[in-house]
């Protein structure tokens, strides 16, 4: 590879809205963004919530000619609703489907039946070895009383280190898709520090589009308006991410999004904006000086994210089994209501046996099966605290030897950053 290779990739995001019978002009949405798409001809195009397998197929038609490979994640219920289309060949494939995503009996949201996940496809370009992640995480709902919170920390946890395992052979890492966190939620956070992921929107030096990179604006006729009051200029929960390793460096030339409107006619492609950017990836040479790989200044950062994360997994935690306790004394309520129904039955008033004997079942297999899953939901929030405890278990380790190394994902941080003072 030459010392002055250069890599251009165009890349597209967004967030599609394709609920079936319940989104707006869904049909007609879906064919605009097929022809947009071949028009544009980006490197790659990373779609959310595609939730009808047909709208995948009718895109894959649509858009063979510019975009041969292409790949639809299937997961849950009615599917992840993720799926890319590419302009170059994908070597591998990889899915990881979230442990926790809401809760089965809040059917108004259905955030449940989706399984959501992330996708991951490796490219080879140029020599060089891309892994792009595509993902989607639980919705928020009520900023003021998020009782998703603990679940979308778990969810950034997991995408984290599905990231971190799964990249380690890579030169570029990239990230797209649907956070649904605001950049300085915790989750947010907790992602980017251990990753050590940049974000195009702060990096870019050429940016055209709504304020701020907002990706949910009030200027959108298919966002629902009440949900953005507390925000005048929308929400950012779109995001593109990126890093490089291996003596390279990524950098986001240019990055738009659409403005509340199709960016050639008509109403918009989705009630999400659509991202796009230009990214350029080039040789990083060695700093004659580099930086000691114990740097120091990003521990305290990361220390406390990752204190605030377990502390909140661990309240997540409590509350699954306060869920799980409460469910063990409504069995035990239909199990009682059940030995009433035998003695009653035994004593010859069948009819009060039958009237009894349907709570009772109704108890025992509705109050079983909220308490297994709040029991699986305690256990795999355990799982995520007790992977953050190790790491603080390390940090403090390292701090009583009188160092203060980062972790080990940071240190694709640390050469970027090298990379980039050049």
């Given at each position: 590879?030459?010392?002055?290779?250069?890599?251009?990739?165009?890349?597209?995001?967004?967030?599609?809205?394709?609920?079936?019978?319940?989104?707006?002009?869904?049909?007609?949405?879906?064919?605009?963004?097929?022809?947009?798409?071949n028009?544009?001809?980006?490197?790659?195009?990373?779609?959310?919530?595609?939730?009808?397998?047909?709208?995948?197929?009718?895109?894959?038609?649509?858009?063979?000619?510019?975009?041969?490979?292409?790949?639809?994640?299937?997961?849950?219920?009615?599917?992840s609703?993720?799926?890319?289309?590419?302009?170059?060949?994908?070597?591998?494939?990889?899915?990881?489907?979230?442990?926790?995503?809401?809760?089965?009996?809040?059917?108004?949201h259905?955030?449940w039946?989706?399984?959501?996940?992330?996708?991951?496809?490796?490219?080879?370009?140029?020599?060089?070895?891309?892994?792009?992640?595509?993902?989607?995480?639980?919705?928020?709902?009520?900023?003021?009383?998020?009782?998703?919170?603990?679940?979308?920390?778990?969810?950034?946890?997991?995408?984290?280190?599905?990231?971190?395992?799964?990249?380690?052979?890579?030169?570029?890492?990239?990230?797209?898709?649907?956070?649904?966190?605001?950049?300085?939620?915790?989750?947010?956070?907790?992602?980017?520090?251990?990753?050590?992921?940049?974000?195009?929107?702060?990096?870019?030096?050429?940016?055209?589009?709504?304020?701020?990179?907002?990706?949910?604006?009030?200027?959108?006729?298919?966002?629902?308006?009440?949900?953005?009051?507390?925000?005048?200029?929308?929400?950012?929960?779109?995001?593109?991410?990126?890093?490089?390793?291996?003596?390279?460096?990524?950098?986001c030339?240019?990055?738009?999004?659409?403005?509340?409107?199709?960016?050639?006619?008509?109403?918009?492609?989705?009630?999400?904006?659509?991202?796009?950017?230009?990214?350029?990836?080039?040789?990083?040479?060695?700093?004659?000086?580099?930086?000691?790989?114990?740097g120091?200044?990003?521990?305290?950062?990361?220390?406390?994210?990752?204190?605030?994360?377990?502390?909140?997994?661990?309240?997540?935690?409590?509350?699954?089994?306060?869920?799980?306790t409460?469910?063990?004394?409504?069995?035990?309520?239909?199990?009682?209501?059940g030995?009433?129904?035998?003695?009653?039955?035994?004593?010859?008033?069948?009819?009060v046996?039958?009237?009894?004997?349907?709570?009772?079942?109704?108890?025992?297999?509705?109050?079983?099966?909220?308490?297994?899953?709040?029991?699986?939901?305690?256990?795999?929030?355990?799982?995520?605290?007790?992977?953050?405890?190790?790491?603080?278990?390390k940090?403090?380790?390292?701090?009583?030897?009188?160092?203060?190394?980062?972790?080990?994902?940071?240190?694709?941080?640390?050469?970027?950053?090298?990379?980039?003072?050049?």
């Amino acid at each position: 590879m030459k010392p002055n290779f250069s890599l251009r990739l165009r890349v597209f995001n967004l967030n599609c809205w394709g609920i079936p019978y319940l989104s707006k002009h869904r049909a007609d949405r879906m064919k605009r963004l097929g022809d947009f798409l071949n028009l544009q001809s980006f490197d790659l195009a990373l779609l959310e919530e595609v939730w009808s397998e047909q709208d995948f197929q009718y895109l894959r038609q649509k858009l063979v000619p510019t975009y041969p490979a292409s790949h639809y994640f299937r997961s849950g219920v009615i599917g992840s609703g993720l799926c890319v289309f590419s302009k170059h060949p994908i070597q591998e494939l990889n899915q990881h489907v979230y442990s926790l995503n809401g809760y089965p009996y809040m059917i108004h949201h259905g955030d449940w039946f989706c399984g959501k996940a992330v996708g991951l496809l490796v490219l080879h370009l140029c020599g060089l070895v891309l892994n792009t992640y595509v993902t989607h995480l639980h919705a928020e709902y009520n900023r003021q009383k998020d009782i998703y919170l603990a679940h979308r920390v778990a969810q950034a946890w997991e995408l984290a280190q599905f990231i971190h395992h799964t990249s380690k052979k890579a030169d570029v890492v990239l990230l797209c898709g649907d956070l649904n966190m605001h950049p300085e939620d915790l989750g947010c956070c907790l992602l980017k520090e251990w990753t050590g992921l940049r974000d195009a929107y702060l990096d870019t030096r050429d940016f055209k589009g709504s304020k701020d990179g907002n990706t949910m604006i009030p200027q959108n006729c298919y966002v629902n308006q009440k949900e953005l009051e507390p925000f005048s200029f929308g929400i950012r929960i779109d995001y593109m991410l990126y890093k490089a390793v291996s003596g390279f460096y990524i950098s986001c030339k240019t990055l738009e999004t659409t403005t509340g409107h199709d960016p050639h006619r008509g109403n918009p492609l989705s009630d999400h904006e659509a991202l796009m950017a230009t990214l350029y990836v080039r040789h990083s040479p060695a700093p004659e000086n580099p930086r000691p790989i114990n740097g120091p200044a990003e521990t305290p950062q990361l220390i406390s994210v990752l204190r605030e994360a377990w502390t909140e997994l661990g309240m997540g935690m409590a509350q699954a089994r306060r869920w799980s306790t409460f469910t063990g004394y409504v069995i035990s309520l239909g199990l009682l209501l059940g030995l009433v129904c035998i003695l009653v039955a035994g004593g010859g008033a069948k009819e009060v046996a039958i009237l009894l004997w349907i709570p009772s079942v109704g108890l025992v297999l509705g109050g079983g099966t909220v308490y297994l899953f709040h029991t699986q939901e305690a256990k795999s929030l355990y799982r995520a605290q007790a992977e953050l405890q190790h790491v603080l278990g390390k940090a403090r380790e390292a701090q009583d030897l009188g160092i203060e190394p980062l972790p080990a994902p940071l240190l694709g941080q640390q050469e970027g950053d090298g990379a980039e003072d050049q």
